[in-house]
């Protein structure tokens, strides 16, 4: 059984605080890693997908990196702002299934103003 | 450029009877998948289809669920003689390309099935 897991389950922050986000999978025919953020009533938004060890990625406020050889990849969000709060989804694809995401549960953000 | 659209957003149906949710990829991707949220739980992959064929069913349980991505039109996902566990949020996405799984899967906004 494949297990993605994140931590923290949720996190609630003020306005202006940074935020990481820890992502945990099985290191072994590692394919890919995709981030998402997935506000209420929305679909999922995809953010970054990473596949090289070291991989570092980065869009406004919101960065992430990559560690495939322990298995974990971590999302950072620099001075929260409201418009943050969401819950951020980790999924990996391994080789042999690449096309086949594995989701982790999630990470709910609540950023107060 | 319209993105993954679902319907209906929410359907419900009695025990027993039969549930047909369709996707429509976003233009030019020829590759769909179905996930499902089940209450309390994280998306999980049901089936990976492109036009015509069933690529990948691994997650798809094994008796009443089925789907289809036909040449022309919707892909659909059907379910038969519908029982209470079925109720969950049901989600498509699409991507681009299979030579590149770097792409993002881009999502619709799900379909939310309520069995009486």
């Known amino acids: ?113 | 450029n319209a993105g993954v659209m679902q319907n209906p957003r929410h359907l419900v149906r009695r025990r027993g009877q039969e549930a047909r949710l369709r996707c429509s990829p976003m233009k030019g991707h020829s590759h769909v998948y179905w996930y499902r949220q089940l209450p309390e739980e994280g998306l999980k992959f049901m089936v990976y289809l492109q036009k015509e064929n069933i690529i990948d069913e691994s997650g798809m349980p094994k008796e009443r669920f089925s789907a289809e991505f036909p040449k022309e039109g919707p892909s659909i996902l059907r379910i038969q003689q519908v029982v209470r566990g079925d109720s969950a949020a049901y989600f498509c996405a699409s991507s681009l390309t299979k030579e590149d799984y770097n792409q993002p899967q881009h999502f619709g906004d799900g379909t939310r099935l309520s069995i009486l």
């Not at chain 1, 929305?42 to 070291?54: D, I, R």
């Open chain 1, 1 to 113: 059984i494949l297990n993605v897991e994140q931590s923290p389950q949720s996190l609630h922050v003020q306005e202006g605080d940074s935020t990481n986000f820890t992502c945990s999978f099985p290191s072994s025919n590692f394919y890919a890693l995709h981030w998402y953020r997935w506000e209420t009533a929305k679909s999922p938004e995809a953010l970054f997908v990473m596949t090289l060890n070291g991989d570092e990625k980065k869009k406004g406020r919101i960065s992430a990196t990559l560690n495939t050889k322990e298995g974990y990849s971590y999302l950072y969000i620099k001075g929260s702002q409201p418009e943050d709060s969401a819950t951020y989804l980790c999924a990996f694809s391994y080789t042999g299934a690449n096309s086949k995401l594995t989701f982790g549960k999630g990470i709910t953000l609540s950023v107060r103003p």
